[in-house]
């Protein structure tokens, strides 16, 4: 993949992209804390007939310093980096936090987005949350402050992968974010998360859940997406909160079915 930067008023913004000659395009968007490897198993699978994009999100990864963080700003920069390509339209996944930053994205740019993939996200809208889990989501910057950095590292990507390669590659990004590095991308993330109504979604929309996700209540948010609006909904075996990388040929094999569709 071909590495670019661009550069924006609140700070540098790192993204790769592999091209193909067909119109079709998927651009996905990390999580909290990780970084555009957790795409690693996806570019040579959807390569093959689509132009892919992964990105760092703003305070994650290559991006760094960077000022005044929020889904709308982050949601900006990802519509530059499709202008800086001459694409008119993708395929926009998001994993876990990244699924807000394109939720905001869907909103402001709804005729770019040829489909939505949450990948074991949640819906934004604080209605839908209680008060004791958005106490939670608050303060999380003070319970990370609370353990040693290589411990957190360990037990946050322990946590949220099923197979050793994913937990090797989300400790990897943690390890490299650093303690002040990972503080400030929580308190930022979930800080402006407070701030964001529900998303009305005129595209498709595939809810992806991983079969032993036990991070937060996403199955739980999921199956309240799926009654209230029918998205369709898949759960990808043997895996956790990065089901994308955990089963990686049941992910690849089972979104691309829905987008053939």
Known sequence: MDKKVMSTERGDVYYWICKNKSNKCITFTHGLTADHTLFDMQIEFWSKEYTVIVWDMPLHGNPRPYDNFSFTNAAEDMKKILDNEKITHSIMAGQSAGGYIVQEFIRRYPDVVDAFISIDSTLIGVEYYKKSELFIISNLRKLVKL???????????????????????????????????????????????????????????????????????????????????????????????????????????????????
Do not use: Q
Request: charged share 30%; proline share 3%; glycine share 4%.
């Open 147 to 261: 353990y040693p950095h290589k411990y957190y590292c360990r037990r946050s990507s322990r946590a949220s992968t099923r197979t050793k390669e994913a937990e090797e590659s989300f400790y990897n990004c943690l390890n490299k974010l650093g303690k002040k590095g990972i503080i400030r991308a929580v308190n930022s993330v979930y800080r402006d998360f407070l701030n964001y109504k529900e998303v009305c979604f005129k595209c498709p929309v595939l809810l992806v859940v991983g079969e032993v996700d036990m991070f937060g209540n996403v199955k739980k948010y999921n199956e309240i997406w799926n009654i209230k609006y029918g998205y369709p909904s898949i759960i990808i075996s043997d895996s956790a909160h990065t089901s994308n990388y955990d089963n990686y040929k049941e992910f690849n094999k089972k979104v691309y079915e829905f987008l053939n569709k």
